[in-house]
DNA sequence: TAGATTGTTAATCGATTAACAATC
DNA sequence: TAGATTGTTAATCGATTAACAATC
């Protein structure tokens, strides 16, 4: 059952690897239509954003693409890493909560290049049930169920406020969708088996505003009150 | 000029550490909204989605907040942990590139709610100068580095196409901003000293198709062509 | 053959986890 | 005092980087 032939070396990617590879894969895209044949992982390395000692560790996970004194490629590298993530194949993906994020999302046109197709948008709000976004119309939520099946989706975006998000998780996971990405401020609760990624806007915003406090401490040792001078303890 | 207070130990936070404080200070204010006073690690954790052994590890970065045999003072270590990120003063910031996504941005109440304040709106396009959203009007992205001396902007979000990103970036740069949000999928190249924090739908989607894709593969061992058998090497 | 560049090894670094002594 | 829970230590795990032998 879990046996694995051995000439299938590239099985079990480090998260690390599989969270670069879409990287790689966007940059090799570019070199093709700048009709590029070939490229060093020096070059790709430097395209991507990462150091080439790294690209080489992370591609000898998929297997032996490159050749020695030549380096890759560019058509049969980039066509290795998109079987390997999965885009060479169709994904069908639902929606739910369609305000204005949920627009973005469902006019974004990266998607649908990517094999990722928008096949349903949900929203929980009646009123929303008259519109038509991105060519695609707002059902409601209530239809989760019946698209899920209809469409095989294997995946699901929650675009909708805090406060729905667990319910909309747990109607998704009772649907079959196993893949979720979460656009709601909040941690969801799901079983095992089920991959939640979540993006998280104001937690970006934080880490950066973090940074940029130390740059300024940096600037300026001295503005910053004494350890415990303004709050004391709670008794 | 670098020397300091040993009293202050807490500086030098790990980055997975500064990842998180910002779920920490979320599940914080929830416990505080709802009347909790005191909490466990094990508790805060559980509904910070991460567990109790990390946590504590992580809040020990920042100092001894807890009180052995009790727990943590919900506001107190609220307090703290805000004040480590930052967000106990107002950041202004700015947001170039107002199409689909930059409107869902502009609207994000998450930002103001956590001292992050858009001071402006820019776009390229002219068509884009008369409109108002969520009560700032869009200017033309010449005026950037007099808003940015103006306000005091620090950060810079980018919510372009990808082939407008580099320019915006490097314009920020130039005008000062040192901590960049960047949702155009696309690698930026900033000097050193200058942040960039990533948001990439795709990618994140191509995350989920991979470990997807490996999920389907368990269940049909099968259907997967064998290594190779398609696609032959290039010559 | 000589030069170039991959794929891999080994060293280093950082992050996570479990266990428990300190202490309220 | 006894029970609870923190803060820290040490072990483990995973990711990054440099260096270089293999080889085109």
Same mark, same amino acid.
């Given at each position: 059952?879990? @046996?694995?032939?051995?000439?299938?070396?590239?099985?079990?990617?480090?998260?690390? =690897?599989?969270?670069?590879? $879409?990287?790689?894969?966007?940059?090799?895209?570019?070199?093709?239509?700048?009709?590029? !044949? =070939?490229?060093?992982? *020096?070059?790709?390395?430097?395209?991507? /954003?990462? &150091?080439?000692?790294?690209?080489?560790?992370?591609?000898?996970?998929?297997?032996?693409? /490159?050749?020695?004194?030549?380096?890759?490629?560019?058509?049969?590298?980039?066509?290795?890493?998109?079987? @390997?993530?999965?885009?060479?194949?169709?994904? $069908?993906?639902?929606?739910?909560? +369609?305000? &204005?994020?949920?627009?973005?999302?469902? &006019?974004?046109?990266?998607?649908?290049?990517?094999?990722?197709?928008?096949?349903?948008?949900?929203?929980?709000?009646?009123?929303? #049930?008259? *519109?038509?976004?991105?060519?695609?119309?707002?059902?409601?939520?209530?239809?989760?169920?019946?698209?899920?099946?209809? #469409?095989?989706?294997?995946?699901?975006?929650?675009?909708?406020?805090?406060?729905?998000?667990?319910?909309?998780?747990?109607?998704?996971?009772?649907?079959?969708?196993?893949? +979720?990405? &979460?656009?709601?401020?909040?941690?969801?609760?799901? $079983?095992?088996?089920?991959?939640?990624?979540?993006?998280?806007?104001?937690? @970006?915003?934080? +880490?950066?505003?973090?940074? *940029?406090?130390?740059?300024?401490? /940096?600037?300026?040792?001295?503005?910053? $009150?004494?350890?415990?001078?303004? *709050? /004391?303890?709670? !008794?």
């Amino acid at each position: 059952m879990t @046996e694995r032939t051995p000439s299938e070396a590239s099985r079990d990617i480090p998260e690390a =690897t599989v969270a670069r590879l $879409p990287v790689y894969l966007r940059a090799l895209t570019a070199l093709s239509e700048a009709g590029t !044949a =070939t490229c060093s992982s *020096e070059h790709l390395a430097t395209a991507a /954003g990462v &150091n080439s000692a790294m690209l080489r560790k992370d591609l000898s996970h998929l297997g032996s693409y /490159g050749t020695r004194g030549v380096g890759y490629d560019v058509e049969y590298l980039r066509y290795q890493i998109a079987r @390997e993530i999965g885009v060479t194949q169709d994904w $069908p993906v639902v929606i739910v909560g +369609i305000g &204005n994020l949920g627009h973005a999302l469902a &006019n974004f046109s990266g998607f649908r290049s990517r094999g990722f197709r928008v096949v349903a948008l949900l929203d929980a709000d009646p009123r929303r #049930h008259q *519109e038509v976004v991105a060519g695609v119309d707002v059902r409601p939520f209530s239809d989760l169920e019946a698209i899920v099946h209809e #469409h095989g989706v294997a995946i699901g975006v929650i675009s909708t406020p805090a406060p729905a998000a667990q319910d909309v998780a747990d109607h998704m996971v009772a649907a079959g969708i196993r893949s +979720i990405l &979460n656009f709601a401020p909040t941690v969801l609760a799901v $079983p095992p088996g089920v991959d939640v990624r979540k993006v998280d806007l104001s937690i @970006e915003l934080q +880490i950066l505003a973090y940074h *940029e406090q130390r740059k300024a401490l /940096g600037a300026a040792a001295v503005e910053r $009150p004494v350890d415990g001078a303004l *709050e /004391g303890r709670p !008794a």
